[in-house]
């Protein structure tokens, strides 16, 4: 079965440093790959995603991911972050080329906390 | 363009009872899913639908079902409530064909007493 793992359950940052949050997968194929934000009391939103090809990609706020496939990992990053950016992140993984287009498999998500 | 509705945002609920959670899609998007969230468990599958038909199904006792209408609205129902069904319900919805871009309501929290 997949299944998704964010090491880091709570990070803190000051404003304006830099940020990278850790995901890793496991998934008998490539799998599509997904970072998604939930702010207090909101629904996800989706961040940025991942299909094939470029390794890096870049998503909405500033953020990018990269794609390793032999370590298993898309980890999330920011290079200066801002207060606003305090949340909770999520890394979910769905069945490429698969027929459920809506069944994504979460980590257990990490909360950002952002000091001023 | 309006987001995915979700109704009622907050309910309250006592052991024994069942509830039924609306989900309105995003205008064109025939695919619904819905999520259970708990700090326990984090987010969980519950269930896909689309076109009306069950696409998927997560690993949820029988007191969990839903279903979707011609309109592709959805809804959800928990019969005989226990206290660990409390839980933040999210329903989203996506383009058929769609890469897995899921476009997420705001909840309904559900508490039971």
């Known amino acids: 079965a997949q299944s998704v793992t964010q090491p880091d359950i709570h990070i803190t940052v000051s404003e304006g440093a830099s940020l990278e949050l850790r995901c890793n997968y496991s998934y008998g194929a490539t799998p599509y790959l997904f970072w998604y934000v939930q702010s207090p009391g909101q629904g996800l939103q989706l961040l940025l995603k991942?299909?094939?090809?470029?390794?890096l990609v870049q998503g909405i706020k500033g953020f990018e991911a990269e794609f390793k496939r032999s370590q298993s990992s898309f980890n999330l990053r920011k290079p200066s972050v801002h207060w606003s950016d305090a949340a909770e992140y999520f890394c979910a993984v769905a069945q490429a080329g698969g027929t459920s287009y809506g069944k994504l498999t979460f980590g257990q998500g990490t909360i950002l906390t952002v000091h001023p | 363009k309006a987001g995915v509705t979700q109704t009622p945002r907050y309910l309250i609920k006592t052991r024994g009872q069942q509830v039924t959670l609306s989900c309105s899609p995003i205008s064109g998007h025939r695919s619904v899913s819905w999520y259970q969230q708990t700090p326990g468990q984090g987010l969980q599958f519950l269930f896909e639908?689309?076109?009306?038909?069950?696409?998927n199904k997560g690993n949820f006792p029988g007191r969990f079902s839903g279903r979707q209408f011609s309109n592709s609205r959805s809804e959800m129902n928990v019969s005989t409530l226990e206290l660990g069904d409390s839980a933040l319900y999210l329903c989203?919805?996506?383009?058929?064909?769609?890469?897995?871009?899921?476009?997420f309501g705001e909840g309904s929290r559900l508490t039971v007493l």
């Open positions: 989203a919805s996506s383009l058929k064909g769609g890469s897995g871009e899921l476009f």
């Open positions: 639908y689309f076109s009306e038909t069950q696409r």
């Open positions: 991942y299909f094939s090809g470029d390794t």
